[in-house]
């Protein structure tokens, strides 16, 4: 039988009913005891009872004291006399002293754990905790001092404090953490009184056995697996396994921060290590062990800054002080960088971060002193492009540059993939090659192709050939030359008329002009014989696979079939671009396979014909079901193709249909199991909170809510018909994917919801409310609507959303000259962030520009003076679409094809037209885009 423990006293008999404890199916034979002497006991009783009164939470707070206390009991400190004294008072003339101990355990401590409850239910104490930490997770009981020294009151004992400041693991230490995240985040309220299964105390029926199974056969038991102080039964054998390779990695590195993608010796450690930070109830003993390695193994803040900083004290200990005043010399400009960042943000810090940058010689005086650590990227740039002028002066190229090569102490290759990426991204925003680009062009003009690395590299091994006197024969396929380079000639010769103008050009330096490579020898597999051979191996391979859409790879019967069906698709590729009937060949091949050479990838083609394999045999396709017949990678290729239904060649829908795979079925989807638990707690989430435009963080009740309604989001927006998911959403909250921000729908939801406060509507509400009255004619008629019935309209009686005049003349803001010249060249201010026009930061000065007119903050001069430059400089729509827009207006009235880019934007434009704001409907319609027909 088990009593709660606040029945377990009697105060009128003055005893302790212990309750029945069963060992080896037999009760133990105690099962009260008498109270006489110990008035604590009975005192405690009386303010346990009061707590329960008072306090709502006072079985669970008396869950985790108990917890605590019994954590403490284990430890047998030599200072503790209360205990014991308790014991040896209790214990029965003749009775087992170590039986008894284990048995009187929780009556024993009865009156600590009261002590300790009434404290964690004291909203003092939580108040206290919150200064004592500054708002930072205490990573032991010395950053709670309040708390530590309250304890040792309310218990009586002094030494205390002493004892528990270094607890990095345990009940006591996880419940200080949960009150500051609960200040933080009252979501995490819930989570004040959660006791972790290795933190609750083993049953006394448990220790009782163990304690007699001890004394009856100490040899087995001593070699028995060890159990812990919580309700864990699991070997500890992986632990140990990680252990050791924890151990190894600290001597190796002197610190346990390790990435958490890292292996060492093969073991996934930087995983490993993650796992059990994440862990927030580990084993005390495991937390000591690791603590040994490495005692901030573990810390409050992120892995990344404490291995930025042992990279700092691996510097102090190798080359001395870090010197603050000089910018932090002899460091790597990423250390640099972190260093003066900690510097300036000095005062937000952990007090136990400060004490770690206080060893290194980084003090609260030093910190004042700190200057940046720069890099001069000009300078830097001018090493860079002398290095790649060198290496391009001993190998004529930069082309031949990879990832691994270094020239003069500088990544080369790595240095130039990031300028290649940046130029591409310039080019993109600009439309021309940034200062950079150009000047590596000078170097070498080819650096960075617009068709891929391999290509220039096969063709200036060509080049170099011919710069050293080779001719290259095409009619005698190129003799003297080495077989790949050979087969790329031929490639060239055979896809010649598909090649770009300037890589035609560039075979010309080498002597291959239209005309030779129309005269080239064939390919040796395209000989009759050879073709015949090659034909026969098509047929075979066919007859046991049923599809030539073989890998590149493949061989069939030692012949490379795979390679030889490449050739033959080149062949036939250049024939239909050139305008020319099918050969011989290709139709050789229709008939064996008519989707040897399909328009779309051979692996799509491999996938459908496994499928159709399967249908053909009897299995059935039941889409109603989600594929689940179907092996795992089959159901996602299935999944995939009804997803993406409407984006498929005619031909590939046609394939579809003949294995079940229609346009209907493809449209219907019923509700699985978890998309039935996802409404649900979307249900429940929005009879709370009155929305679904939740953040992408946002859980549960344990449920990724958030994560889910964002793939919920844009699945709707790339699809064309509503599926049962977003119609049930739909019923949910109406509004649950608005065409607008979903920050601007959580704000109207919150000023709907305040409205009728008592106590008036809070401060940011009526900011909000001010900056909707500024931008009214620049929302959707569905915002104005949902405004509208919250109270809010368009009118300036309001008297919170006037702003207050001033006699006051502020001076013109020096961002404005620079925008007026800027859309006078440009014909707009829709410029990127990182945009710069006569070294003032334009995009960056604009972005923060928009954010005051949002909120209601930005002067209203400053805001008509741009709104005369560019009337869409801050439109309701996200800044990226008025970007392109701009771009594609560009050219549309310059007359210019538009990139592939713009084509794919203009075509979801047409697509998505009726979700566009009806002002963004009319600046398309401008420049010639109109909604796709239905």
Same mark, same amino acid.
């Given at each position: 039988?088990?009593?709660?423990?606040?029945?377990?006293?009697?105060?009128?008999?003055?005893?302790?009913?212990?309750?029945?404890?069963?060992?080896?199916?037999?009760?133990?034979?105690?099962?009260?005891?008498?109270?006489?002497?110990?008035?604590?006991?009975?005192?405690?009783?009386?303010?346990?009872?009061?707590?329960?009164?008072?306090?709502?939470?006072?079985?669970?707070?008396?869950?985790?004291?108990?917890?605590?206390?019994?954590?403490?009991?284990?430890?047998?400190?030599?200072?503790?006399?209360?205990?014991?004294?308790?014991?040896?008072?209790?214990?029965?003339?003749?009775?087992?002293?170590?039986?008894?101990?284990?048995?009187?355990?929780?009556?024993?401590?009865?009156?600590?754990?009261?002590?300790?409850?009434?404290?964690?239910?004291?909203?003092?104490?939580?108040?206290?905790?919150?200064?004592?930490?500054?708002?930072?997770?205490?990573?032991?009981?010395?950053?709670?001092?309040?708390?530590?020294?309250?304890?040792?009151?309310?218990?009586?004992?002094?030494?205390?404090?002493?004892?528990?400041?270094?607890?990095?693991?345990?009940?006591?230490?996880?419940?200080?953490?949960?009150?500051?995240?609960?200040?933080?985040?009252?979501?995490?309220?819930?989570?004040?009184?959660?006791?972790?299964?290795?933190?609750?105390?083993?049953?006394?029926?448990?220790?009782?056995?163990?304690?007699?199974?001890?004394?009856?056969?100490?040899?087995?038991?001593?070699?028995?697996?060890?159990?812990?102080?919580?309700?864990?039964?699991?070997?500890?054998?992986?632990?140990?396994?990680?252990?050791?390779?924890?151990?190894?990695?600290?001597?190796?590195?002197?610190?346990?921060?390790?990435?958490?993608?890292?292996?060492?010796?093969?073991?996934?450690?930087?995983?490993?290590?993650?796992?059990?930070?994440?862990?927030?109830?580990?084993?005390?003993?495991?937390?000591?062990?690791?603590?040994?390695?490495?005692?901030?193994?573990?810390?409050?803040?992120?892995?990344?800054?404490?291995?930025?900083?042992?990279?700092?004290?691996?510097?102090?200990?190798?080359?001395?002080?870090?010197?603050?005043?000089?910018?932090?010399?002899?460091?790597?400009?990423?250390?640099?960088?972190?260093?003066?960042?900690?510097?300036?943000?000095?005062?937000?810090?952990?007090?136990?971060?400060?004490?770690?940058?206080?060893?290194?010689?980084?003090?609260?005086?030093?910190?004042?002193?700190?200057?940046?650590?720069?890099?001069?990227?000009?300078?830097?740039?001018?090493?860079?492009?002398?290095?790649?002028?060198?290496?391009?002066?001993?190998?004529?190229?930069?082309?031949?540059?990879?990832?691994?090569?270094?020239?003069?102490?500088?990544?080369?290759?790595?240095?130039?993939?990031?300028?290649?990426?940046?130029?591409?991204?310039?080019?993109?925003?600009?439309?021309?090659?940034?200062?950079?680009?150009?000047?590596?062009?000078?170097?070498?003009?080819?650096?960075?192709?617009?068709?891929?690395?391999?290509?220039?590299?096969?063709?200036?091994?060509?080049?170099?050939?011919?710069?050293?006197?080779?001719?290259?024969?095409?009619?005698?396929?190129?003799?003297?030359?080495?077989?790949?380079?050979?087969?790329?000639?031929?490639?060239?010769?055979?896809?010649?008329?598909?090649?770009?103008?300037?890589?035609?050009?560039?075979?010309?330096?080498?002597?291959?002009?239209?005309?030779?490579?129309?005269?080239?020898?064939?390919?040796?597999?395209?000989?009759?014989?050879?073709?015949?051979?090659?034909?026969?191996?098509?047929?075979?391979?066919?007859?046991?696979?049923?599809?030539?859409?073989?890998?590149?790879?493949?061989?069939?019967?030692?012949?490379?079939?795979?390679?030889?069906?490449?050739?033959?698709?080149?062949?036939?590729?250049?024939?239909?671009?050139?305008?020319?009937? +099918? &050969? =011989?060949?290709?139709? $050789?091949?229709?008939? %064996?396979? !008519? #989707?040897?050479?399909?328009? @779309?990838? /051979?692996?799509? *083609?491999?996938?459908?014909?496994?499928?159709?394999?399967?249908?053909?045999?009897?299995?059935?396709?039941?889409?109603?079901?989600?594929?689940?017949?179907?092996?795992?990678?089959?159901?996602?290729?299935?999944?995939?193709?009804?997803?993406?239904?409407?984006?498929?060649?005619?031909?590939?829908?046609?394939?579809?249909?003949?294995?079940?795979?229609?346009?209907?079925?493809?449209?219907?989807?019923?509700?699985?199991?978890?998309?039935?638990?996802?409404?649900?707690?979307?249900?429940?989430?929005?009879?709370?909170?009155?929305?679904?435009?939740?953040?992408?963080?946002?859980?549960?009740?344990?449920?990724?809510?958030?994560?889910?309604?964002?793939?919920?989001?844009?699945?709707?927006?790339?699809?064309?018909? +509503? &599926? =049962?998911?977003?119609? $049930?959403?739909?019923? %949910?909250? !109406? #509004?649950?994917?608005?065409? @607008?921000? /979903?920050?601007? *729908?959580?704000?109207?939801?919150?000023?709907?919801?305040?409205?009728?406060?008592?106590?008036?509507?809070?401060?940011?509400?009526?900011?909000?409310?001010?900056?909707?009255?500024?931008?009214?004619?620049?929302?959707?008629?569905?915002?104005?609507?949902?405004?509208?019935?919250?109270?809010?309209?368009?009118?300036?009686?309001?008297?919170?959303?006037?702003?207050?005049?001033?006699?006051?003349?502020?001076?013109?803001?020096?961002?404005?000259?620079?925008?007026?010249?800027?859309?006078?060249?440009?014909?707009?201010?829709?410029?990127?962030?990182?945009?710069?026009?006569?070294?003032?930061?334009?995009?960056?000065?604009?972005?923060?520009?928009?954010?005051?007119?949002?909120?209601?903050?930005?002067?209203?001069?400053? &805001?008509?003076?741009?709104?005369?430059?560019?009337?869409?400089?801050?439109?309701?729509?996200?800044?990226?679409?008025?970007?392109?827009?701009?771009?594609?207006?560009?050219?549309?009235?310059?007359?210019?094809?538009?990139?592939?880019?713009?084509?794919?934007?203009?075509?979801?434009?047409?697509?998505?037209?009726?979700?566009?704001?009806?002002?963004?409907?009319?600046?398309?319609?401008?420049?010639?885009?109109?909604?796709?027909?239905?």
């Amino acid at each position: 039988m088990y009593l709660k423990p606040h029945t377990r006293i009697c105060p009128r008999h003055q005893r302790w009913m212990l309750g029945t404890h069963w060992i080896d199916g037999a009760p133990a034979d105690t099962e009260q005891v008498d109270l006489a002497g110990l008035p604590e006991m009975v005192a405690a009783h009386r303010r346990h009872l009061d707590l329960l009164r008072h306090r709502p939470d006072a079985t669970r707070a008396f869950e985790v004291a108990h917890a605590v206390i019994v954590s403490w009991w284990a430890q047998q400190w030599p200072e503790e006399e209360q205990w014991p004294h308790r014991v040896r008072q209790l214990t029965p003339q003749g009775a087992d002293p170590g039986w008894w101990r284990l048995l009187a355990r929780d009556m024993v401590t009865y009156p600590e754990t009261v002590a300790l409850a009434s404290v964690l239910t004291d909203e003092g104490t939580r108040q206290r905790l919150l200064a004592d930490t500054g708002g930072h997770l205490p990573h032991t009981l010395a950053h709670v001092p309040g708390l530590a020294g309250k304890l040792a009151r309310v218990t009586g004992r002094p030494w205390l404090v002493e004892r528990i400041a270094s607890t990095s693991a345990g009940p006591l230490l996880l419940w200080a953490q949960h009150c500051v995240r609960a200040d933080a985040d009252t979501a995490v309220a819930d989570r004040l009184w959660t006791l972790h299964m290795a933190h609750r105390p083993r049953p006394i029926a448990r220790e009782l056995t163990a304690y007699r199974n001890a004394a009856q056969q100490p040899e087995e038991t001593a070699g028995a697996t060890r159990l812990h102080l919580g309700l864990r039964h699991r070997s500890d054998q992986p632990f140990t396994t990680g252990l050791a390779h924890a151990r190894a990695y600290a001597a190796v590195h002197g610190h346990l921060a390790a990435p958490i993608h890292s292996r060492f010796d093969g073991f996934a450690l930087g995983r490993w290590l993650s796992n059990h930070r994440k862990f927030p109830a580990m084993p005390p003993e495991h937390v000591a062990e690791l603590e040994a390695l490495d005692p901030w193994w573990r810390p409050p803040w992120t892995v990344m800054w404490q291995r930025f900083y042992y990279q700092a004290r691996d510097h102090v200990r190798a080359r001395g002080p870090l010197r603050p005043d000089r910018g932090f010399p002899a460091t790597s400009f990423g250390l640099g960088e972190w260093l003066y960042s900690q510097c300036t943000g000095y005062d937000s810090l952990h007090p136990a971060q400060q004490r770690l940058l206080a060893d290194i010689g980084l003090t609260r005086e030093d910190v004042q002193t700190a200057r940046p650590r720069r890099k001069n990227m000009a300078t830097h740039f001018q090493r860079a492009l002398a290095c790649a002028r060198a290496y391009a002066d001993t190998h004529g190229t930069l082309i031949n540059a990879t990832a691994d090569t270094v020239q003069d102490g500088l990544k080369l290759g790595q240095w130039l993939a990031n300028q290649r990426s940046k130029d591409r991204a310039h080019q993109h925003r600009h439309g021309t090659p940034s200062p950079r680009a150009q000047a590596l062009s000078a170097i070498d003009p080819w650096w960075n192709p617009s068709w891929t690395l391999e290509w220039q590299r096969s063709w200036h091994q060509a080049h170099t050939r011919v710069d050293g006197g080779h001719v290259l024969d095409a009619a005698a396929g190129f003799p003297g030359t080495s077989s790949a380079l050979a087969t790329w000639l031929t490639t060239q010769c055979a896809q010649y008329d598909t090649l770009q103008p300037d890589q035609q050009n560039l075979l010309t330096r080498i002597g291959i002009t239209a005309d030779q490579a129309r005269s080239a020898a064939a390919r040796p597999a395209e000989r009759e014989a050879d073709f015949a051979i090659g034909l026969g191996y098509a047929r075979a391979y066919h007859a046991t696979h049923r599809t030539l859409a073989a890998a590149i790879g493949t061989v069939h019967d030692g012949f490379q079939l795979g390679r030889w069906l490449r050739r033959q698709r080149q062949h036939a590729r250049t024939d239909a671009d050139r305008g020319t009937p +099918p &050969s =011989a060949a290709a139709k $050789a091949l229709d008939g %064996i396979d !008519p #989707w040897w050479c399909p328009p @779309w990838t /051979l692996a799509w *083609q491999r996938a459908w014909q496994h499928i159709h394999d399967q249908v053909r045999a009897g299995h059935r396709l039941n889409a109603d079901h989600h594929f689940r017949s179907f092996a795992p990678n089959q159901r996602a290729w299935l999944r995939q193709q009804r997803t993406h239904y409407d984006d498929l060649h005619p031909d590939q829908q046609r394939l579809l249909a003949d294995i079940g795979l229609t346009r209907d079925s493809a449209r219907t989807r019923p509700l699985n199991p978890y998309a039935e638990t996802a409404l649900a707690h979307a249900r429940a989430y929005a009879d709370i909170h009155h929305t679904l435009a939740v953040a992408y963080s946002t859980v549960h009740d344990g449920f990724p809510l958030g994560h889910w309604l964002n793939d919920q989001r844009q699945q709707a927006r790339r699809e064309t018909t +509503p &599926s =049962a998911r977003h119609q $049930a959403l739909t019923a %949910i909250d !109406p #509004w649950w994917n608005p065409p @607008w921000d /979903l920050a601007w *729908q959580r704000a109207c939801t919150r000023a709907r919801t305040t409205q009728a406060r008592p106590h008036g509507v809070p401060a940011d509400v009526r900011a909000w409310t001010t900056a909707q009255h500024t931008a009214w004619d620049r929302l959707r008629p569905e915002q104005q609507q949902l405004l509208t019935e919250a109270g809010i309209t368009s009118g300036s009686e309001n008297a919170a959303g006037q702003r207050r005049r001033t006699s006051r003349v502020y001076p013109p803001s020096p961002g404005l000259d620079h925008a007026r010249t800027y859309a006078l060249a440009h014909g707009h201010l829709s410029p990127s962030a990182d945009t710069h026009h006569d070294d003032f930061p334009l995009g960056r000065w604009l972005v923060q520009t928009r954010r005051k007119a949002r909120q209601g903050q930005l002067a209203p001069t400053t &805001s008509r003076a741009l709104e005369d430059l560019d009337a869409w400089w801050n439109p309701p729509w996200p800044h990226t679409w008025q970007r392109t827009y701009q771009q594609t207006k560009q050219a549309h009235y310059s007359g210019q094809d538009h990139s592939p880019t713009l084509k794919r934007w203009t075509e979801r434009q047409r697509t998505h037209w009726n979700t566009l704001h009806r002002q963004q409907q009319h600046l398309l319609t401008t420049i010639g885009i109109h909604p796709c027909p239905m």
